[in-house]
């Protein structure tokens, strides 16, 4: 006669582990599934915009639409886009408010790309031309981010900030446009442009979710095992 004992207290964790995290792994691979679909719209509205406007579009999604637009660029505020990189130094994104010739609405202009001081407190200054200019590029709504305090502005004509909230910046320039320009053209030539589209490709966010797939397979595969293979303990009397 064989007497058999229970599951073991340590095979119950283990699957009620398991089980936990079964449905968190689906649901991140999930999650990486609409993450991918959403970069590849991205990249199929970037890539088929219509051809350059000249005017700054209304309301609706202008997300990577191209715009020309002729103006002028205000001298009072450069605004430094703080901790970006660009072939592993240290930078600014420079950003500078423009009004168009036919308009009266303020649009902030991404000018580039310029490497920062090895001195914290050194600022780079950018002098642009104060005659009318052209400016070509794409159109791009800023992402908010999670900021531990507000940005000190003050009176500084060059004034670092950590993003660009476009709430704040309104109060401070009336009739401002909701996305920013990124210029396709360096106007100076210690300037960098050229973003890519999207930080992720579809690609490599399909590759996350049969990674986090996988490891839900892997879960679920132990805890049929372990339904399969009770341990028993005991002797023949």
């Known amino acids: 006669m064989s007497k058999a004992q229970g599951i073991p207290l340590s095979k119950w964790l283990i699957g009620t582990l398991a089980l936990l995290f079964i449905p968190v792994l689906t649901g991140l691979g999930v999650w990486q599934l609409q993450r ?134 309104a109060e401070r320039h009336p009739r401002l446009y909701p996305a920013v320009i990124r210029s396709d053209e360096a106007l100076l030539p210690e300037l960098r442009v050229g973003w890519p589209v999207v930080n992720i490709s579809p690609d490599r966010h399909l590759g996350y979710a049969v990674q986090w797939f996988g490891l839900a397979v892997v879960l679920v595969s132990g805890c049929v095992w372990l339904a399969l293979h009770p341990t028993k303990r005991g002797h023949d009397e």
């Open 36 to 169: 991918a679909e959403e970069k590849r719209q991205l990249l199929d509205q970037w890539n088929s915009a219509p051809e350059v406007l000249n005017v700054l579009p209304g309301s609706g999604r202008v997300e990577g639409l191209k715009v020309s637009l002729s103006g002028r660029f205000k001298t009072d505020v450069t605004y430094l886009l703080d901790n970006r990189t660009r072939n592993g130094r240290s930078g600014y994104e420079v950003i500078r408010p423009f009004v168009s010739e036919n308009s009266s609405v303020t649009v902030l202009v991404n000018l580039g790309w310029i490497a920062a001081s090895h001195y914290r407190e050194e600022l780079p200054q950018i002098a642009l031309p104060t005659n009318v200019q052209r400016v070509t590029g794409r159109l791009v709504t800023p992402k908010r981010v999670i900021q531990l305090s507000p940005d000190q502005w003050g009176g500084a004509e060059s004034v670092r900030v950590q993003q660009l909230d476009m709430l704040r910046l």
